[in-house]
């Protein structure tokens, strides 16, 4: 069975979590899912380390508090395939999501493109793997500058801003 929600976020770190928390307050009423792979992850600053604040390893872990406390929903899971075309997912577990909006707040592998797909970005992207961008599909960069750790493959359109 495909579950189908408003909004879907892949990533829970710090900024699938405000972007989560911030766009449930601004939209009452809409399904938020946000997808991530491990119940807690690390705190990814160093400001507490600094001060020795962390007794042990154990207080240097975070979860989605805030994002379940306004009102969204938390998938442990690893995200498989996405078919943007068709506006669904498939998780590890072999369960399909459909949404209106996706959100990428992380990419841990490859990102690919393909078919007619067209992907914008709306913040800066860090791909742990390569970027794919196959005939026919489109890729813009928004204002904003992009890391990608592997290869970079385009068959199709690549669309930088001004200046990046």
Request: one cysteine or more; proline letters at 4%; aromatic letters at 8%.
């Amino acid at each position: 069975m495909q579950m189908k929600y408003d909004v879907i976020i892949i990533g829970a770190g710090p900024s699938g979590i405000v972007t989560g928390v911030t766009a449930l307050k601004e939209n009452p009423g809409k399904t938020f899912l946000m997808i991530r792979e491990e119940e807690k992850g690390l705190v990814p600053c160093g400001i507490p380390y600094l001060f020795h604040d962390l007794d042990d390893i154990s207080k240097n872990l975070m979860g989605p508090a805030p994002f379940v406390e306004a009102g969204g929903e938390v998938l442990i899971d690893t995200v498989t395939d996405v078919d943007i075309d068709a506006g669904k997912l498939r998780t590890s577990s072999g369960e399909e999501y459909a949404w209106k909006k996706l959100i990428f707040a992380a990419i841990l592998g490859d990102f690919t493109l393909s078919s007619t797909a067209t992907a914008t970005a709306a913040a800066a992207l860090s791909i742990g793997g390569g970027l794919t961008i196959g005939e026919g599909s489109t890729f813009a960069t928004g204002a904003f500058n992009h890391t990608v750790s592997g290869a970079f493959d385009n068959s199709g359109t690549f669309t930088p801003s001004a200046g990046y």
